[in-house]
């Protein structure tokens, strides 16, 4: 499919969102705003969007990418709906949308090992195997992964 201008999904699309923990307190209580961020800025960019990926399996890609001097384990990925939301494509692997996605829309990753009675690191969201499970949840329940230093 080419999309050349705005686009609006009608049925169920997930959407996805990389961000740091220190982010989240904000996160949860406003939900995501379109900015054009000191990372945007850093690249020559200054579109105020909310930047998301449609494709879970890329997450460890874009965390590399995005956020390569960061450890995992100061990163959230986030999750919302499309479904009736415009968005617009800056490039054939980067969407913006224009508009707030408030905090009950959006929900949080947890990879669970059943075996091993852990959580393990959001990069490992591409290769998980049973009894490993992806546990979405919601921002009202927010506690970050590990404890901030």
């Known amino acids: 499919m080419i999309i050349l201008k705005?686009?609006?999904w009608q049925t169920d699309h997930d959407a996805f969102?990389?961000?740091t923990t220190d982010n989240m307190e904000k996160i949860c209580?406003?939900?995501l705003l379109p900015l054009c961020g000191e990372r945007s800025k850093s690249v020559g960019d200054n579109i105020e969007g909310i930047f998301f990926f449609d494709y879970l399996g890329s997450a460890p890609?874009?965390?590399d990418a995005l956020?390569?001097?960061k450890d995992v384990n100061?990163?959230?990925l986030l999750k919302f709906n499309l479904k009736h939301r415009k968005w617009l494509k800056q490039n054939c692997n980067e969407f913006y949308l224009t508009d707030r996605v408030a905090p009950q829309e959006i929900q949080y990753l947890r990879i669970y090992d059943k075996a091993k009675k852990m959580y393990l690191?959001?990069?490992l969201v591409d290769s998980i195997e049973a009894p490993a499970t992806l546990r979405w949840k919601h921002l009202d329940k927010y506690k970050?992964?590990?404890?901030?230093k």
């Open 6 to 8: 705005e686009f609006i």
């Open 67 to 69: 956020y390569e001097d």
């Open 29 to 31: 209580k406003e939900g």
């Open 74 to 76: 100061e990163l959230e």
């Open 17 to 19: 969102h990389i961000t």
């Open 121 to 123: 690191p959001l990069n």
């Open 61 to 63: 890609d874009w965390m």
């Open 144 to 148: 970050p992964l590990t404890k901030r």
